[in-house]
Structures are given as structure tokens and as C-alpha cells.
């Protein structure tokens, strides 16, 4: 008897707790035929795969002595570094981030893993500095090539960026799936599909709740507030700025993330549509706002570059944007 329950046990744990997205397609045929195919969807993708490699065959950039570049050979990929007498070169496996903004690359080299110091970005079509590698200049090959990640860096990044095989601190790159699959949001499902358990309802989630979900990868309020950065460099980190506006409510499903995002989709780029949104808290009153009566996220939500990302993100600090006010960080 006992040996029977030993092999159940086992079994169990053996079994993986993910189902993979594929397996919910039957039954939820709505978020399987759009999510799959948004950025967050593909914000990590095999080289072999990658859109933007393959129609980019040849990218280079050159910082003082050193020359880096990016070649196809095939369905493969190679990012090299030079310094005119000695090259590191390595096999391209990982591109993360699908571009819309950028898409940078983690390498493998002799044993240890390097976030590359060179990112594509899309608004130049080439290649120019990592975010984050411009506050320092290389003193080596090695340093020109990428930044060193620590195990931590390894496993957060493919934490946001992926979905399975980061339960434990060491990557399991046999048990990830890439980009964010519906389990990453909702959580394992194998046994909600090997017996019916009932998946947690996330749209029962307040304003707070929901803005702490998301904010796993978009980043906190706390995690802004105590640790910063307290400039347009936070722009990005869209929990942080939406707190801050006078419209949110912890408590008050209007101003969720899913209130104005289905997550299952790509995001909406016509201003038009989040009026509705706007208007559900603030009435359809003629003399609600004195300058408009329509596309209000163009002005009071401004699309704000952000230095080294070749970028503009929205901010979500919702208010009334003064000219030349100082950015309220
Ligand atoms: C055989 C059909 C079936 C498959 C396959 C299936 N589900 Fe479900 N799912 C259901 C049914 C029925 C419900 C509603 C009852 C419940 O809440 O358990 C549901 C509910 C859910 C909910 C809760 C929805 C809410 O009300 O908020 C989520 C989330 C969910 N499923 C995710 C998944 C994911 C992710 C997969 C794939 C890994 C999946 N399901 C596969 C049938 C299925
Ligand atoms: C597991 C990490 C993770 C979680 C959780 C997450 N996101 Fe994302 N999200 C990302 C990453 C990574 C990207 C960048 C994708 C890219 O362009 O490569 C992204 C991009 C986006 C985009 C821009 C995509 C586009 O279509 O332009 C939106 C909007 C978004 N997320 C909304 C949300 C909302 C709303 C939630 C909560 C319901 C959420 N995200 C939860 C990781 C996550
Ligand atoms: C805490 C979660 C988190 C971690 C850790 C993280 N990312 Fe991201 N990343 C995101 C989210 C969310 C976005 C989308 C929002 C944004 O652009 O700020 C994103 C966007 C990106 C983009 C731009 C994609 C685009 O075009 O919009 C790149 C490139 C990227 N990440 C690379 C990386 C790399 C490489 C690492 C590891 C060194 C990493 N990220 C670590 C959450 C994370
Ligand atoms: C980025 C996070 C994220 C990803 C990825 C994601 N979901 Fe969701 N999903 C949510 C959130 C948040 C809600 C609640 C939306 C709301 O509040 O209206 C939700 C709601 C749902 C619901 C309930 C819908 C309803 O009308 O009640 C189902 C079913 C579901 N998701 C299935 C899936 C499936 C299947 C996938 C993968 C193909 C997936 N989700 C991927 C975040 C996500
Ligand atoms: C009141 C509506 C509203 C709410 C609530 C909202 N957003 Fe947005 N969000 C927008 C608008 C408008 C855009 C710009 C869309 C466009 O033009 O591409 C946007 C864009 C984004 C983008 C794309 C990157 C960028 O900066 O343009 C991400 C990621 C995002 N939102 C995440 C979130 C997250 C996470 C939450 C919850 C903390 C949230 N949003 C809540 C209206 C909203
Ligand atoms: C959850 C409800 C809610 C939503 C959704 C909402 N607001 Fe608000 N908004 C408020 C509240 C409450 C205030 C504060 C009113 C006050 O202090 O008199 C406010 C204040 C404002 C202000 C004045 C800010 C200031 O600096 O004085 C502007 C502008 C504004 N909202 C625009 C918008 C726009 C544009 C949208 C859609 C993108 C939006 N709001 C969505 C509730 C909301
Ligand atoms: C062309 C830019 C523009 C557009 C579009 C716009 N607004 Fe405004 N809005 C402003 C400016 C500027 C002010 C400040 C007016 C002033 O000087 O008091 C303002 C003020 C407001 C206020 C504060 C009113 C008060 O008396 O405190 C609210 C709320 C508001 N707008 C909401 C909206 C909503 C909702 C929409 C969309 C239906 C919208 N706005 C569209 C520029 C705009």
C-alpha cells in the first residue's frame, strides 16, 4: 500500500504543473486566437524564430576601438565583438523584447551568461547601446561584448520576459516556454484541465490588486518609490505613474489596468477609444474639460521620450499637462 502511494507521489511531482497555451485553445478560443500572437506573447523569442534578425541580416555598431555585429548565417544568428586583434563571437539564442521599442540579447560565453552591450532599436533600424550601458565606457573586449548578468539577473529576466522554468532560482531552459503565456498571468493549469480545479478569477481583482499583478513585470508603485529612479527614466513603469494621478482609486474597478487593457490583445493606438474610459468616471458633461471633448489621452496622458530607448511611452500619470512644467517624477 504504502509503496503505491510512494509511486503517485512521485509521479505527480514528475509531472509538469503547466498545460502550455496551446492546451486552452478548445475551450477558450478567444484569448488563445489573439494573445498568443501580441508582444507580450513574443517578448522572448529564439533567434531561429526572430522577425527582426531574419529581415536585419547584417547589423553592426562601432564604439571607439571596438566593432560589433550581428550576422545571419542561415536560420542562425552570431553576435561578434572586436577590438581589430582579438574577437569574441558566439552563437545569437535569445532575443528578448519584441522590438516595438527594442530588442536586446542574452549570450552565453565561456560558461557565463552576458546581457549584450549593443540592443537593436526599431525607431533607427540598427543597432545603438543597451539601456543601462550608457553610464559606462568598456576597458575590454569582454566588457564591449556585454554586461556580466549575475544568476538573479538570469532568472529575473526570463521570469518577466517568459513563462515555466523559473520556479527555482536556475534557469530550466528545458522547461520554459517563450514570451508571456497565459499561465504566467493566471497561474499553472493542469489540473484545472486533468480536474476541472477552478483557475483564480483576475477579474475580480481591485484597482490595487490588479495594478500589483501587472506590476510583477511593469513594476510596482513600492518598488518605484522606494528604489526610483525619480525622473522620466520611470516613465515606463506605468503602476508607478497611474498611482500618482488624481483619477486613481485603489478600490475602483474604472481605473484597473484591464479597465483601459485587454490583456489578451494588442493594445489599442487609437486615442479615440479610451475616451469611454475617461468618460465613465468624468460624465459626458459639455463643460467637463474647457479645451476638448474627445481624444483626451493625446493631451492628458502625453507620449513621453525616454533618454537611450529611441522611444516614446504614455504616460500614465494622468493630469493636466502644463507647457513647460517639470516632468512630475
Ligand atoms: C476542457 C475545457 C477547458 C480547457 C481545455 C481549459 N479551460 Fe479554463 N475554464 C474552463 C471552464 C468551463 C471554466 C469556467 C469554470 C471555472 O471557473 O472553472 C474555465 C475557467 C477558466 C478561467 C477563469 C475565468 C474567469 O472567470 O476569470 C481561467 C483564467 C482559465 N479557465 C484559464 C485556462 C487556461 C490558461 C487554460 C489552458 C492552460 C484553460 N483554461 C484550459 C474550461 C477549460
Ligand atoms: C510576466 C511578465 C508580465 C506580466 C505579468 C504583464 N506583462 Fe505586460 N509586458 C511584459 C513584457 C515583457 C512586455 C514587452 C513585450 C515586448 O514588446 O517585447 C509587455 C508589454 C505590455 C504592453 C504593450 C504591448 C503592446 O501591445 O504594445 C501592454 C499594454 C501590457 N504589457 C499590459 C499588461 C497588463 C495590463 C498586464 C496585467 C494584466 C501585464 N501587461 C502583465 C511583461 C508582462
Ligand atoms: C521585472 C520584470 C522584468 C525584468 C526582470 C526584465 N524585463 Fe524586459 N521588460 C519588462 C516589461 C514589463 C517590458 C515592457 C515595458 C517596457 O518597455 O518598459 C520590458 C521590455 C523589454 C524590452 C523592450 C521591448 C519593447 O520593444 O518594448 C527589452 C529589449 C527587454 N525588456 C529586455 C530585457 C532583458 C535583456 C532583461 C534581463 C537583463 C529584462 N528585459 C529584464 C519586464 C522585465
Ligand atoms: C498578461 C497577462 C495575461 C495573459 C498572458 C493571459 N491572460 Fe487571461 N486574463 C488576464 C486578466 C488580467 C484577466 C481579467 C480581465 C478583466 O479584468 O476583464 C484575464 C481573463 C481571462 C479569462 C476570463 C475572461 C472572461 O471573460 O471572464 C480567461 C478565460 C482567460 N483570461 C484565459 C486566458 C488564456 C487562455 C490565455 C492564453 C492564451 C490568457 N488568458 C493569457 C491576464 C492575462
Ligand atoms: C485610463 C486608461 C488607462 C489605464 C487605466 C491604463 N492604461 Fe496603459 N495605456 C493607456 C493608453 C491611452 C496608452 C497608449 C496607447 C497607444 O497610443 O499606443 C497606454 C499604453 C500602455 C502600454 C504601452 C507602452 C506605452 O507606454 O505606450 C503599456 C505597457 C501599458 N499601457 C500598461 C498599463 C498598465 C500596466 C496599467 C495598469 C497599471 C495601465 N496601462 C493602465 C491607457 C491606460
Ligand atoms: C476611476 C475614475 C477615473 C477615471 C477612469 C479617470 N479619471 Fe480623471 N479624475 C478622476 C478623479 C476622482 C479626479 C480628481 C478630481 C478632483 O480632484 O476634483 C480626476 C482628475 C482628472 C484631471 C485633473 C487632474 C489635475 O491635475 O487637476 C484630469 C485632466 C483627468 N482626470 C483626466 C482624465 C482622463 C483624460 C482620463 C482617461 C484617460 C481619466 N481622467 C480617467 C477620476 C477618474
Ligand atoms: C487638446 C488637449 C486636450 C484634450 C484633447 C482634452 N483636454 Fe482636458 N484639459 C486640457 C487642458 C489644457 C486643461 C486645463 C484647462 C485649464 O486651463 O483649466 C484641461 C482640463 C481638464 C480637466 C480638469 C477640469 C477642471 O476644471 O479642473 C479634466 C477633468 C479634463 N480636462 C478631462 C478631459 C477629458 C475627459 C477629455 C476627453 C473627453 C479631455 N479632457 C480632452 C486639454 C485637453
Redesign the pocket.
Known amino acids: 500500500m504504502k509503496c503505491v502511494v510512494f509511486f503517485v507521489t512521485l509521479s505527480a511531482f514528475a509531472e509538469s504543473p503547466?498545460?502550455?497555451?496551446?492546451?486552452?485553445?478548445?475551450?477558450?478560443r478567444a484569448?488563445?486566437s489573439t494573445q498568443p500572437r501580441t508582444p507580450m506573447g513574443h517578448a522572448l523569442e529564439r533567434a531561429a524564430d526572430c522577425e527582426i534578425l531574419r529581415t536585419h541580416a547584417r547589423l553592426s555598431f562601432k564604439e571607439g576601438i571596438y566593432s560589433t555585429t550581428i550576422a545571419r548565417e542561415g536560420d542562425k544568428s552570431f553576435y561578434s565583438v572586436t577590438d581589430g586583434a582579438r574577437t569574441i563571437r558566439v552563437p545569437l539564442d535569445w532575443a528578448f523584447g519584441l522590438g516595438l521599442a527594442g530588442q536586446t540579447y542574452v549570450l552565453q560565453y565561456q560558461g557565463e551568461w552576458y546581457e549584450s552591450r549593443m540592443s537593436f532599436y526599431n525607431e533607427i533600424a540598427s543597432l545603438d547601446l543597451t539601456m543601462g550601458a550608457q553610464g559606462y565606457r568598456p576597458h575590454s573586449l569582454e566588457e564591449a561584448f556585454g554586461r556580466k548578468m549575475s544568476i538573479r539577473d538570469q532568472h529575473d529576466c526570463f521570469a518577466c520576459h517568459s513563462t515555466g522554468g523559473t520556479e527555482t532560482m536556475e534557469v530550466r531552459l528545458d522547461k520554459m516556454t517563450p514570451g508571456v503565456?497565459?499561465?504566467n498571468?493566471?497561474?499553472?493549469?493542469?489540473a484545472?484541465?486533468t480536474s476541472?480545479?477552478?483557475?483564480?478569477?483576475?477579474?475580480?481583482l481591485s484597482a490595487e490588486e490588479a495594478s500589483e499583478a501587472c506590476g510583477r513585470c511593469h513594476r510596482t508603485w513600492s518598488q518605484i518609490a522606494l528604489d526610483g529612479p525619480h525622473d522620466i527614466r520611470n516613465v515606463r513603469f506605468q503602476p508607478y505613474r497611474l498611482t500618482n494621478s488624481k483619477c486613481y482609486d485603489s478600490a475602483d474597478a474604472r481605473i484597473r489596468c484591464a479597465a483601459c487593457h485587454d490583456p489578451h490583445r494588442d493594445v489599442e493606438t487609437k486615442s479615440s477609444a479610451y475616451d469611454a474610459k475617461c468618460l465613465a468616471c468624468h460624465g459626458a458633461s459639455s463643460k467637463l474639460c474647457k479645451v476638448a471633448t474627445e481624444n483626451c489621452s493625446t493631451c492628458h496622458m502625453p507620449k513621453l521620450e525616454l533618454p537611450g530607448a529611441h522611444h516614446k511611452f504614455t504616460d500614465h500619470n494622468i493630469r493636466i499637462v502644463r507647457a513647460h512644467e517639470p516632468y512630475p517624477s
Request: charge should be positive; charged fraction near 10%; include cysteine.
Open positions: 503547466y498545460a502550455g497555451s496551446a492546451a486552452c485553445a478548445t475551450c477558450h484569448q488563445f503565456q497565459c499561465e498571468c493566471h497561474g499553472p493549469a493542469a484545472h484541465l476541472r480545479a477552478p483557475m483564480p478569477k483576475l477579474a475580480k
